[in-house]
């Protein structure tokens, strides 16, 4: 009988030993399923048993399923919304990348959530965050189906083939794409290496040691997005460098209101028209036509909006519209051209998930900006406050991105902004602490 105990307990000890390893090998896990749920496979719909399977180890070893959020109930509206759409979409194997995509992006943002309860787990995910960053860009140095606009740019950019054709990309990936992700990457790097810079060295000691890795990060950020020649995307890094600033120093604010209301009105004297269409030229006239960049846009965004008054609560389908409107809403646009989405995130997501997922987007939005808004306004530890600027920063450049192109919900690079919405939950949670306890 005791012979029989003891072999019980042992059982028990190497059972629980299994599932908190699994449990906190979570993003290890993530990291494996990725391949199989962001790319065209014929195990993608088995794979995404393993987010379930994640979260009941978690409620069996924690208690919960995930660490509960602020951000809650819009992210449970969003998943609803999700399933709501499923009865509007044309092929559910149409809309499964981009169904399946969402979801692991969701069980991101509760992992990267897990993580940053501490001030050494916030270190540990930003630091998880831009090295995933810089693989990711430096790989798409060579796999990115160059844009070419400027000059120079574009006899560099020539230099650079698509040296692999990865399932769902096999053109290379897209430069327009590429550049909304690094302003989610671009101003973090660049906070954090700055706060490295000026800040006391007792206020930061942990990241001076990395302070080259962060300037060489952010460099490597600034001169891919530069070479995207993605106009949107350069106008989102103004604004997010503007909106870091003003954050930064209340003296810069005055600075960064007179270029804006200077900017406003050359743009007045010049003409609206004449400055959309440079800033946001993307496309030849081979696919456009006689319409003007702008005008390509403006004849994609009134086919989005019919096609959200036709389908307000369901969406039509998560991924849908680059199909649909082509039946629905034809447009004056080369039929060669792939319109992936509807150059606007906001539009995009009303598309995909109807009103009320859209207003479940925005929460998230809003929420994260207040969170960051507090952080600012009341951290006492001076890294948080830098960080909170960074990941403020990251917000404001990929909104205004988003007004003029997009990076659909459940497309391949969409985690890095969830990841972001876990940070500003950090950061919120910490900007009381002193620094002391990394526990």
Same mark, same amino acid.
């Given at each position: 009988?005791?012979?029989?105990?003891?072999?019980?307990?042992?059982?028990?000890?190497? *059972?629980?030993?299994?599932?908190?390893?699994?449990?906190? $090998?979570?993003? =290890?896990?993530? @990291?494996?399923?990725?391949?199989?749920? *962001?790319?065209?496979?014929?195990?993608?719909?088995?794979? $995404?048993?393993? =987010?379930?399977? @994640?979260?009941?180890?978690?409620?069996?070893?924690?208690?919960?399923?995930?660490?509960?959020?602020p951000f809650d109930w819009p992210v449970l509206l969003m998943l609803l919304m999700m399933l709501v759409s499923l009865y509007a979409t044309f092929s559910l194997e149409f809309s499964l990348p981009k169904i399946s995509g969402l979801l692991f992006h969701i069980a991101i943002f509760y992992a990267a959530l897990e993580t940053v309860k501490n001030r050494s787990g916030v270190y540990r995910s930003v630091a998880l965050y831009l090295t995933l960053g810089a693989g990711i860009t430096a790989f798409s140095l060579a796999n990115t189906q160059w844009l070419f606009k400027v000059p120079f740019l574009k006899d560099l950019a020539a230099r650079l083939p698509v040296l692999l054709s990865l399932p769902g990309a096999e053109g290379g990936f897209s430069p327009n794409q590429l550049a909304g992700v690094l302003l989610v990457l671009l101003p973090v790097s660049f906070s954090l290496a700055l706060f490295a810079a000026v800040g006391h060295r007792n206020e930061g000691d942990s990241i001076f040691r990395f302070r080259w890795l962060l300037w060489g990060a952010a460099l490597l950020f600034l001169l891919t997005l530069i070479l995207t020649q993605s106009r949107g995307g350069w106008i989102g890094a103004i604004a997010g460098a503007a909106t870091m600033a003003a954050l930064w120093d209340k003296r810069l604010r005055w600075v960064v209101g007179a270029g804006t209301l200077a900017a406003i009105a050359g743009a007045s004297l010049v003409g609206w028209e004449t400055v959309g269409n440079l800033l946001v030229s993307d496309t030849t006239e081979a696919m456009v036509g006689n319409l003007g960049s702008l005008g390509f846009r403006q004849e994609v965004w009134r086919a989005a909006l019919w096609g959200v008054s036709d389908f307000p609560f369901t969406g039509m389908g998560m991924g849908t519209f680059r199909e649909v409107s082509r039946v629905l809403y034809p447009m004056n646009v080369a039929p060669s051209y792939d319109i992936a989405h509807a150059h606007n995130q906001f539009l995009q997501t009303a598309l995909d998930l109807g009103i009320p997922g859209l207003v479940a987007y925005i929460a998230l939005w809003l929420g994260g900006g207040y969170l960051l808004w507090q952080t600012i306004v009341q951290a006492t530890d001076p890294l948080m406050r830098a960080l909170a600027i960074g990941v403020s920063g990251a917000f404001a450049g990929f909104a205004v991105y988003g007004l003029s192109d997009a990076v659909a919900l459940g497309s391949k690079p969409g985690f890095f902004w969830w990841w972001l919405l876990a940070l500003s939950v950090g950061v919120y949670q910490l900007r009381l602490e002193t620094g002391a306890n990394d526990d």
């Open positions: 009988m005791a012979h029989r105990f003891c072999s019980d307990e042992t059982e028990r000890r190497v *059972l629980s030993l299994w599932r908190a390893g699994i449990v906190n $090998l979570t993003p =290890l896990w993530l @990291l494996i399923l990725a391949p199989f749920l *962001l790319f065209p496979g014929p195990i993608r719909a088995l794979a $995404l048993l393993g =987010l379930p399977f @994640l979260w009941m180890l978690n409620k069996w070893e924690r208690g919960y399923f995930v660490r509960r959020a």
